[in-house]
Structures are given as C-alpha cells and as structure tokens.
Nanobody, 123 residues
Framework: QVQLVESGGGLVQAGGSLRLSCTAT????????VGWFRQAPGKERELVTA???????YYADSVKGRFTISRDNAKNTVSLQMNSLKPEDTGLYYC?????????????????WGQGTQVTVSS
C-alpha cells in the first residue's frame, strides 16, 4: 500500500502562514487525487482542498483566496500553502489520496491517509 508522510504543521499567530507537505511512496503517484481534510474539535472531518491527476482543484469557501494546493509529481509531493491564517483554521489536517477519478468530497472516498498534522492558530 501507499504510505503518506505529512509535515509542516505547527503553532502560528493569526495572519501568519504555514506550508504543509504530503509525500507519498508509490510508482503511480500522478494517478491519484489528493485531498487535505481538516478535523476541528467537536466537528467531523471535512474536505478543505483537493487536486486531481489533471490538476483540477477544489477549495472550501472558508479557505478560498487564502489557501493554495499544488502537486509535484516528480517529487511525489502535494503541498498546501496557507496564508492569512485565522483561529477558525485550527485543526488536525490530514492528507488523503484516492486512486484516480475526479475529486470527491467525502472521507470514505479516499483510500490512503496520512497520520495528520496539527495546525493551531492563535488570536
């Protein structure tokens, strides 16, 4: 199976920036749809952003204009640049992948998951 390794989480003040990375071990990385999910305290895991194999992207309304997702297939890596962070962005961020197809919005549509990385935004 594919193994995902996430990095880049941490503590940042409101208005600051963080860059999350997700690196996968697979020979067919370019076939995968990759998403970032966020789970805030007391809430269910929700899709924040995703990128398809054709580099189509999706952004939740709450992060539109502030977050940017990108992929580098040569490095088997997907990155999430998060700017103008707000306390509401706080949560555990998970990288997830599904083997091809279009972007999906539900947790159960994704086959592989990272361990999660904590993002905390202070006011």
């Amino acid at each position: 199976q594919v193994q995902l390794v996430e990095s880049g989480g941490g503590l940042v003040q409101a208005g600051g920036s963080l860059r999350l990375s997700c690196t996968a071990t697979t020979s067919i990385f370019s076939w995968y749809v990759v998403g970032w999910f966020r789970q805030a305290p007391g809430k269910e895991r929700e899709l924040v952003t995703a990128i398809s194999s054709s580099t189509s992207t999706y952004y939740a309304d709450s992060v539109k204009g502030r977050f940017t997702i990108s992929r580098d297939n040569a490095k088997n890596t997907v990155s999430l640049q998060m700017n103008s962070l707000k306390p509401e962005d706080t949560g555990l961020y998970y990288c997830a992948m599904r083997n091809g197809g279009s972007i999906q919005f539900k947790v159960e549509a994704y086959n592989h998951w990272g361990q999660g990385t904590q993002v905390t935004v202070s006011s």
